[in-house]
């Protein structure tokens, strides 16, 4: 059942306006809000479901391509 | 950087949008941008057409064919888009003061005649741009600044009035369903005919706050607690409907599109000649 490795997810700091519904909504606390913004706590557990990227009204965090000069 | 579908449907530059932390109006956003990059349109094929208010900012950040319109007016600016170009897939997005008060007329005619348009109203219950007056939509009894002790009036049930207006698809999602959005979004660009699809937002900065219902979060519990799939509603016992409000697909029917009747009326014309 774990997703794809090819994708990744990425936050967009400068972007996030910290209303912290990504972070409520995660189905695996992955996220916590730090200093107002949007930081991945833990990674590891992340199963990639795409969901914070769904519903983040800011387009601060999305699941992206593996590839270098993506952060 | 940022995502592809982002990086393709946006004005880059004009991110991150105005709206305030939590405003529900960036998920149903991109769920339109999702919808149009499944459907595959080409760019130049899509015209987004708004009025003013604080879903109208949308266009601005769209990159499409955009129009940024007169208050309420959308739609009417709309339909001369499509009756110029009727190849054009043409999206008017407007909010619920814009839609249901001054435009309200427009609204009614739009559906009466059928023309090929998909409307996507960001109903937020609420004037949040101009500071947090009551709308057709704030449900009685709620406060707004025009409302301290609360709204006596009456609210719309705008899909009821779409759909008792004529329009030929009438849908209801909310920014908590970010996909159904983007799924209603998709069957009313392919419905040949004018199509209305609400989605209710939250606004918890004006609707929130006058009415005391929490932060962003609480406010998309709120929306994920509160509706119900209209095909389960009908098994559902009546206790279970009280105080939840209805989002799925209510109307779907095919009538003759506007403008392909005009053409019809031409080309009889340039027959005879």
């Given at each position: 059942?774990?997703?794809?490795?090819?994708?990744?997810?990425?936050?967009?700091?400068?972007?996030?306006?910290?209303?912290?519904?990504?972070?409520a909504?995660?189905?695996?606390?992955?996220?916590?809000?730090?200093?107002?913004?949007?930081?991945?706590?833990?990674?590891?557990?992340?199963?990639q479901?795409?969901?914070?990227?769904?519903?983040?009204?800011?387009y601060?965090?999305?699941?992206?391509?593996?590839?270098?000069?993506?952060? | 950087?940022?995502?592809?579908?982002?990086?393709?449907?946006?004005?880059?530059?004009?991110?991150?949008?105005?709206?305030?932390?939590?405003?529900?109006?960036?998920?149903?956003?991109?769920?339109?941008?999702?919808?149009i990059?499944?459907?595959g349109?080409?760019k130049?094929?899509?015209?987004?057409?708004?009025?003013?208010?604080c879903?109208?900012?949308?266009?601005?950040?769209?990159?499409?064919?955009t129009?940024?319109t007169?208050?309420?007016?959308?739609?009417?600016?709309?339909?001369?888009v499509k009756?110029?170009?009727?190849?054009?897939?043409?999206?008017?997005?407007?909010?619920?003061?814009?839609?249901?008060?001054?435009?309200?007329?427009?609204?009614?005619?739009?559906?009466?005649?059928?023309?090929?348009?998909?409307?996507?109203?960001?109903?937020?219950?609420?004037?949040?741009?101009?500071?947090?007056?009551?709308?057709?939509?704030?449900?009685?009894?709620?406060?707004?600044?025009?409302?301290?002790?609360?709204?006596?009036?009456?609210?719309?049930?705008?899909?009821?009035?779409?759909?008792?207006?004529?329009?030929?698809?009438?849908?209801?999602?909310?920014?908590?369903?970010?996909?159904?959005?983007?799924?209603?979004?998709?069957?009313?660009?392919?419905?040949k005919?004018?199509?209305?699809?609400?989605?209710?937002?939250?606004?918890?900065?004006?609707?929130?706050?006058?009415?005391?219902?929490?932060?962003?979060?609480?406010m998309?519990?709120?929306?994920?607690?509160?509706?119900?799939?209209?095909k389960?509603?009908?098994?559902?016992?009546?206790?279970?409907?009280?105080?939840?409000?209805?989002?799925?697909?209510?109307?779907?029917?095919?009538?003759?599109?506007?403008?392909?009747?005009?053409?019809?009326?031409?080309?009889?014309?340039q027959?005879?000649?």
């Open positions: 059942m774990t997703a794809s490795k090819e994708k990744k997810l990425y936050v967009k700091k400068d972007w996030c306006k910290g209303c912290n519904i990504c972070v909504f995660c189905p695996m606390n992955t996220l916590e809000l730090k200093d107002g913004k949007i930081n991945i706590k833990d990674i590891e557990s992340c199963t479901c795409g969901r914070c990227e769904l519903l983040c009204p800011d601060a965090i999305y699941l992206g391509g593996t590839e270098d000069g993506k952060k | 950087m940022t995502s592809t579908l982002v990086e393709n449907h946006f004005r880059i530059g004009k991110l991150p949008h105005i709206w305030c932390p939590g405003c529900g109006h960036g998920i149903i956003m991109r769920s339109i941008a999702v919808a990059d499944e459907l349109y080409d130049n094929d899509v015209c987004v057409v708004s009025g003013i208010g879903s109208s900012r949308a266009p601005g950040y769209m990159d499409f064919n129009l940024h007169l208050h309420g007016r959308a739609l009417a600016y709309a339909t001369g009756m110029a170009n009727p190849d054009l897939k043409v999206i008017v997005i407007t909010g619920d003061g814009d839609c249901a008060a001054i435009g309200g007329n427009h609204l009614i005619h739009a559906s009466r005649r059928n023309i090929d348009i998909t409307t996507v109203v960001f109903n937020n219950n609420i004037y949040g741009m101009t500071g947090g007056q009551y709308s057709p939509t704030t449900p009685t009894g709620e406060k707004g600044t025009t409302a301290p002790f609360g709204n006596i009036d009456r609210n719309f049930d705008l899909c009821n009035l779409a759909k008792g207006a004529g329009a030929t698809y009438v849908a209801r999602s909310t920014a908590y369903h970010a996909n159904m959005v983007k799924q209603q979004v998709k069957a009313a660009l392919e419905n005919g004018f199509s209305f699809v609400e989605a209710v937002s939250i606004c918890p900065t004006y609707y929130g706050r006058k009415n005391k219902k929490g932060d962003a979060v609480s998309m519990e709120y929306l994920k607690n509160s509706t119900v799939n209209v389960a509603a009908d098994k559902l016992p009546k206790e279970k409907l009280e105080g939840k409000f209805l989002v799925g697909e209510f109307y779907k029917s095919e009538e003759p599109e506007y403008t392909e009747e005009y053409k019809k009326i031409i080309d009889s014309f027959k005879e000649r």
